[in-house]
T-cell receptor, first 111, second 114 residues
């Protein structure tokens, strides 16, 4: 059965600091992988996606993620966090037609 | 105008009442989904539809029903609402022809069942 874990429920970083959000998954085949962001009071927006090719994927808003098959991970990174990045971040994994979402990581940014 | 809209945005109702949440999209997508979001649990799939004649149960369909009235409209009903259905509900769409099938979300409906 497929599953997604995001080990960090809540992370606080200072503005300008680097960020890494962790995502680990369990899936029997090569999955489709996604990161979504949910700003307060908003729906989810796609940050980036991966299925094949270069394992380092670039997304919107300066985010990137790296797929590591050996570790079953798809961690999200940003070199310098902005106050506007404060939001909830969801990793999603699965076959093309129906993904499942992780529990989310809430990011707070300190000025 | 937003591509995926949900009505109402907020709703407070009482136990036992029938509630309908509506979703409309202008993206022309074939696939539509209903999720509920609870703190610490992420999004869980309630129902999904790959076209007007195709309705499928998701992970947590008990207590819910859906209707796909047209390609652009997908409604979620709670036949007899109960307090543990208090949650944030999202509608999403995706394109059958897209490589990744990424989903596009509405703004959500916050439902409170007293």
């Amino acid at each position: 059965a497929q599953s997604v874990t995001q080990p960090d429920i809540h992370i606080t970083v200072s503005e300008g600091a680097s960020l890494e959000l962790r995502c680990n998954y369990s899936y029997g085949a090569t999955p489709y992988l996604f990161w979504y962001v949910q700003s307060p009071g908003q729906g989810l927006q796609l940050l980036l996606k991966y299925f094949s090719g270069d394992t380092l994927v670039q997304g919107i808003k300066g985010f990137e993620a790296e797929f590591k098959r050996s570790q079953s991970s798809f961690n999200l990174r940003k070199p310098s966090v902005h106050w506007s990045d404060a939001a909830e971040y969801f990793c999603a994994v699965g076959p093309r037609d129906k993904v499942i979402f992780g529990p989310g990581t809430s990011l707070s940014v300190i000025p | 105008d937003a591509d995926v809209t949900q009505t109402p945005r907020n709703r407070i109702t009482k136990t036992g009442k029938r509630i309908m949440l509506e979703c409309s999209q202008t993206k022309g997508h074939d696939r539509m989904y209903w999720y509920r979001q609870d703190p610490g649990l992420g999004l869980r799939l309630i129902y999904y539809s790959f076209d007007v004649k195709d309705i499928n149960k998701g992970e947590i369909s008990d207590g819910y029903s859906v209707s796909r009235q047209a390609q652009a409209k997908f409604s979620l009903s709670l036949e007899s609402a109960i307090p543990n259905q208090t949650a944030l509900y999202f509608c999403a769409t995706s394109d059958l022809g897209g490589t990744y099938n990424e989903q596009f979300f509405g703004p959500g409906t916050r439902l409170t069942v007293l």
